[in-house]
């Protein structure tokens, strides 16, 4: 997903920086606190206090500001409920409007529009195949899944188009078809367009419009739906930290505690009661290093999450019994190696590689991947192991491509824009130039990769490499990763974010695939360094069909709810399309809302 935001370098501020320290985003809990196995500082859990002060009240309390919770929120109320809403950062939205703004919700208003039939069947198939390969069987009843995840993908099915049409109703989120294409090119295909018969439809994107009646983005999303809360005088609360859940003497949720700043600028604690139910929203923990290199088992660089995204529910949660799922889980990308260094939240990721005379390489010079294929899928090529050297061969891929490239497709990143050059792009007039530039800039960079270099061969390999990429360019047919043979990889040379362009790729391109183009012979060929990162990690708390927090038991934790990138993803290790994960945050923090809002009142 193309990220909509004003990046923030570490260690360092700017006008967009937001003027809270981390000491005020994660104030200590009490005296004497301990350091978590889970890189968190750890306080006595808070439980059973019968003669606790309550400093605020409501029926229903939401963590988190973005998709997930603010349609917990809106939902809760429209259950008659009241209303706190949360938020650890001093502003609102959350990862969610930094995102390209897409929410995948299948059988939508839009297909069915368009006549477009979105059986439960087929749907069902797509997402069970593509998230858990290792299981399905399509002659089972729950396609070879645990009847838990089977049940979240079915009511996921079932409440995703009631959703958009019940905010539509509500006056609370205008959505409309999501293309990033022109009116007369297709509705975006989804990411899995590789399995033979279970896919083939388009218009399950939707995005939010804007008053003008063009698509917006994640900002867009987050307006209309904080201006819904704000219609309706929910008590939102920024910069409030929650610390810990508060339970009865039977083990029920009834509240929790929270910290923010008072008007001396010291801390101030707050017991906040839950009449109903807590719902969490509160975004994965991409910002959180300790948690990245104890749970992800494969190697990352950061991540888009903002800089608040470091995991509370997983020690909030685990507190409380909460089981947990998915926790090596991520939406993927790749970026720019520099700017993964350079910034705590990623400020773009590379969709999709532009250009057609272009392709990517490992640390050998040798391509590994169908270049046009989804940014997720994509990256999980960085973490192929090579048990014969011990080493991440593709942890670092490189751009290569050559001055035609450059001229048609300048503007669209990582390509710079005419007549501008970017420190992060290398450049050699032969091979063996571009190769000791790259090697210069891996040396530099070391104490970041573990000293990743290239291989001595480099260069003599890109000859070869060149050679055989040209020969499927020219032939129209990639024998090695069917660069071309999909939709999704056709569709998407037809967008690249950046100034418009009198040109497109296929009028440039005279050959039958249009995706390749045979490089250049000779120089002068430019390469940029793309690492491996993630849009949010997605694990946490495992959640059943009506989004209530499981313990180990498989048992509700009462009054305890959860959505969206904080819980363990019901897309598991797969990003179905564009807007999978708004899609579903939309979703299950409606069901959260309106189920916690059912809840019946707890006993102190």
Not at 35 to 61: C, H, I, M, N, Y
Not at 136 to 151: C, K, S, V
Not at 284 to 294: D, E, S
């Amino acid at each position: 997903m193309q990220w909509n935001s004003t990046p923030t370098r570490k260690n360092k501020m700017s006008k967009n920086t937001p003027r809270i320290s981390r000491r005020n985003l994660l104030v200590a809990g009490a005296s004497g606190v301990a350091v978590s196995t889970l890189g968190f500082a750890a306080t006595p859990q808070s439980t059973k206090t019968p003669d606790r002060k309550w400093d605020l009240e409501a029926d229903v309390v939401v963590v988190g500001s973005g998709a997930a919770g603010a349609s917990a929120a809106l939902f809760a109320h429209e259950g008659a409920s009241k209303v706190i809403l949360l938020e650890k950062a001093p502003f609102f939205g959350g990862t969610s409007a930094k995102s390209g703004g897409a929410y995948w919700i299948p059988n939508n208003f839009h297909m069915k529009e368009k006549g477009l039939a979105d059986s439960e069947k087929a749907c069902l198939t797509y997402m069970a195949r593509y998230s858990y390969p290792h299981l399905y069987n399509p002659d089972h009843e729950t396609l070879g899944l645990p009847q838990a995840t089977f049940n979240q993908l079915k009511t996921f099915y079932a409440e995703a188009s009631p959703t958009i049409d019940k905010l539509k109703a509500m006056k609370a989120l205008d959505s409309m078809r999501y293309s990033i294409f022109a009116e007369d090119v297709p509705d975006q295909p989804d990411y899995g367009d590789v399995f033979a018969g279970s896919v083939g439809l388009r218009g399950r994107a939707l995005g939010p419009r804007q008053p003008n009646n063009q698509l917006g983005l994640g900002a867009e999303l987050m307006r209309q739906l904080r201006a819904a809360i704000d219609a309706r005088g929910i008590d939102v609360r920024l910069a409030h930290r929650v610390e810990r859940l508060i339970e009865n003497s039977k083990g029920q949720v009834i509240g929790l505690e929270a910290s923010t700043l008072g008007p001396d600028d010291n801390p101030v604690r707050l017991n906040i009661r839950a009449r109903r139910g807590v719902v969490f929203g509160t975004g994965g923990y991409t910002a959180n290093k300790h948690l990245r290199t104890q749970f992800q088992v494969n190697p990352v660089f950061g991540g888009c999450g903002i800089p608040t995204c470091e995991g509370d529910f997983i020690r909030i949660g685990g507190a409380l019994g909460a089981q947990l799922g998915n926790m090596g889980g991520a939406w993927r990308a790749q970026t720019l190696l520099e700017e993964a260094i350079a910034y705590a939240s990623v400020p773009r990721e590379i969709w999709v590689p532009p250009g057609d005379s272009m392709f990517l390489v490992n640390k050998y010079g040798r391509r590994i991947v169908n270049e046009k294929r989804n940014y997720h899928d994509r990256s999980k090529v960085h973490f192929t192991w090579d048990p014969s050297t011990a080493n991440y061969p593709n942890l670092l891929m490189f751009m290569i491509y050559d001055q035609r490239t450059a001229d048609l497709f300048a503007g669209h990143p990582p390509i710079p824009a005419p007549g501008s050059k970017e420190s992060y792009v290398l450049q050699g007039r032969t091979f063996d130039e571009l190769a000791k530039a790259l090697d210069q800039r891996l040396a530099s960079l070391a104490t970041h990769t573990g000293n990743l270099r290239l291989d001595p061969g480099f260069a003599e390999e890109m000859h070869r490499t060149l050679a055989r990429f040209n020969g499927f360019a020219n032939s129209g047919k990639d024998s090695d990763y069917k660069r071309g043979d999909f939709a999704y990889d056709r569709d998407y040379m037809f967008f690249y974010p950046g100034p418009p362009r009198t040109d497109t790729p296929h009028q440039a391109n005279d050959k039958d695939n249009f995706t390749m183009y045979p490089l250049a012979n000779q120089g002068p060929y430019y390469a940029v360094i793309l690492a491996p990162v993630t849009l949010d990690t997605n694990g946490g708390p495992v959640i059943d069909e009506k989004s209530r927090v499981l313990n180990y038991e498989d048992q509700p934790i009462a009054g305890l709810y959860g959505a969206g990138n904080c819980i363990a993803s019901p897309a598991h290790d797969a990003y179905w399309a564009a807007g999978a994960t708004l899609g579903t945050a939309l979703t299950f923090g409606r069901l959260a809302g309106e189920n916690a809002a059912r809840e019946p009142i707890k006993e102190v």
